[in-house]
């Protein structure tokens, strides 16, 4: 069978940053699919690290972490979420990564004495990866971080040049995202930023086909033909893209607007009109729920909500399954600093969350959260960090271990979590040591997981194995087991081979529950996790009680 030969969209943004292209290459990718296209979505990173596995949250905000294992740009997550389709590792891309390939090509002699530059051999390199790993794909969105004239990123710039040369109109197509800003004092809507970040990327040899000008006001039909006059494109492919009343209502917003339609005049295409029902409906709920509840989620990174992205997102999928909006309360953990405090802070919350994270600052503060919890009967969730934390705790005030800790606090602890040297993945078995590097060393990505029968995690899940991702390189200590069995917290779920704890739960709570993986990841707006769902339903009841 001859693999078909996919269109590539390369999404490029101007002005300013944070305009929203992974959003809206997300967005315009679900409707494509909706018009009956299979897609695949890539982002390409400028930046020098060979991934984003070891920068601060506060730096690049959430890692996101694929099936194979890939520690990723967040707008991976928006891909997924809006498209349903898995990505993998081969979808991200840096800088570092390329130039460390090249480097290694290099030393290796695979350029047989050449001298290594940036043309051919970087673009090329670039150009490899943007064509590698597809599986008749319809359409490849590829999105390139920053913006146009960043000086790291003319690498990807000069390569999607190149293969627009290459591969030709009828199989690349350049969508630009740019500013149209108002300006109050004059009271009109502003075009020149639009057509000197338009000029630039002509400068670098690129005439885009579609501008998506983002924009707090509406654009008339005279404005979208000035910007189509002096930007070289055609009226029907200035696409307005105002804000929009919830990220969900963005597809349905671009589709009016006419982003996919133009899309496929640029290609000679024709398909169905999209159903965007499910879009709309997800909208709808979040302008008008049925019921609302407040969960508080005691993090270390809460002054910086990226840091959570998927999380934020699956609590709000939680809240669908349940026909109700999710309020996030964010709780600073190092703030909790004693019982009185604790529960002062978190009287209100009809559930409490405790989510991932690195390093012993704000443990403690984590660690009181779950007492409160699961003294006062507040359901509970602890995702990665958030479920040893629990462990902690349960050690602590129930086997009366004062001490209990984990040894990536230092060497002053009992320790009920310790650093994970070796352990089974589908390549074989992983060792790794304390010393050793910290980037890509962790335990990444889709593990199975066998459920306790009768278990509320089995219940929820409904099924006897599940497959979840992971991100830590931490483990709960399984010898205190038995004991905490004794006092009615089980295991209740574990790696195939019995050696590694995935879930924890209390007996006799609402809904207490610890996950060593991260569930958010695999949560959807049209297919809420089923944690997600029932954590946030057993908060819905919490909610009633208070």
């Not at 660690?367 to 969730?381: D, G, H, L, S």
């Not at 992983?430 to 219940?459: E, V």
Request: charged residues 25%; hydrophobic residues 40%; aromatic residues 8%.
């Amino acid at each position: 069978m001859t693999q078909a030969k996919p269109r590539f969209i390369f999404i490029t943004g101007g002005v300013v940053s944070s305009l929203g292209k992974g959003l809206s290459a997300a967005a315009l990718a679900a409707v494509l699919q909706k018009r009956g296209f299979k897609v695949r979505m890539r982002k390409l990173d400028p930046y020098l690290n060979v991934d984003p596995g070891t920068m601060s949250p506060y730096e690049h905000g959430e890692v996101y972490v694929t099936e194979d294992g890939g520690e990723t740009d967040l707008d991976l997550g928006h891909y997924e979420r809006f498209t349903g389709v898995d990505t993998r590792r081969s979808d991200n891309v840096t800088s570092g990564r390329i130039y460390k390939t090249i480097i290694d090509r290099e030393r290796a002699g695979d350029y047989l004495g050449a001298t290594v530059q940036v043309v051919p051999h970087v673009t090329g390199a670039i150009k490899e990866f943007i064509q590698a790993d597809l599986s008749n794909e319809d359409f490849v969105l590829c999105e390139i971080g920053g913006i146009v004239g960043d000086i790291e990123g003319l690498p990807f710039v000069e390569a999607i040049r190149e293969l627009g040369l290459d591969l030709g109109d009828e199989r690349v197509c350049f969508m630009h995202l740019t500013l149209v800003p108002y300006i109050a004092a004059a009271k009109e809507l502003k075009t020149k930023p639009t057509q000197r970040s338009v000029k630039e990327l002509q400068s670098y040899g690129i005439q885009p086909d579609v501008l998506v000008c983002r924009s707090e006001h509406p654009l008339d039909d005279g404005m979208k033909r000035k910007i189509a006059r002096f930007c070289s494109v055609r009226p029907s492919a200035v696409i307005p893209a105002l804000d929009a009343s919830s990220i969900y209502a963005v597809p349905r917003a671009l589709h009016e607007q006419g982003l996919d339609q133009a899309i496929l005049d640029h290609f000679g295409l024709d398909a169905p009109q999209p159903d965007l029902a499910a879009w709309d409906r997800i909208d709808t709920l979040l302008s008008s729920p049925d019921d609302e509840v407040r969960i508080a989620v005691v993090g270390k990174y809460t002054q910086f909500e990226d840091a959570y992205k998927s999380l934020v997102e699956a609590l709000s999928h939680g809240g669908f399954a349940n026909d109700a909006q999710v309020k996030i309360d964010w709780v600073d953990s190092e703030l909790l600093t004693s019982p009185d405090v604790t529960a002062k802070r978190l009287a209100s919350a009809a559930g409490i969350l405790v989510p991932g994270g690195f390093g012993i600052r704000g443990c403690e503060g984590m660690i009181e959260a779950v007492r409160y919890a699961r003294e006062n009967k507040v359901p509970f969730f602890g995702i990665c960090l958030g479920m040893q934390m629990a462990a902690i705790e349960v050690t602590r005030h129930l086997l009366g271990i004062d001490n209990a800790g984990s040894t990536e606090w230092g060497t002053q602890v009992t320790p009920v979590v310790g650093f994970m040297s070796e352990w089974e993945a589908q390549e074989g078995r992983q060792t790794r040591g304390s010393s050793g590097d910290l980037g890509g060393t962790m335990r990444l990505g889709a593990y199975s997981c066998s459920l306790l029968p009768g278990s509320l995690a089995r219940q929820v899940y409904g099924e006897d194995d599940i497959s979840e991702r992971h991100r830590h390189r931490y483990e709960i200590n399984m010898g205190y087991r038995q004991d905490w069995a004794d006092k009615g917290v089980l295991i209740s779920g574990e790696s195939p081979d019995g050696r590694l704890p995935e879930i924890m739960e209390v007996e006799g709570h609402p809904w207490f529950i610890g996950a060593q993986f991260h569930p958010e990841y695999k949560s959807r707006p049209l297919e809420p996790h089923p944690l997600f769902a029932s954590f946030v339903k057993a908060s819905l009841k919490q909610s009633r009680l208070v």
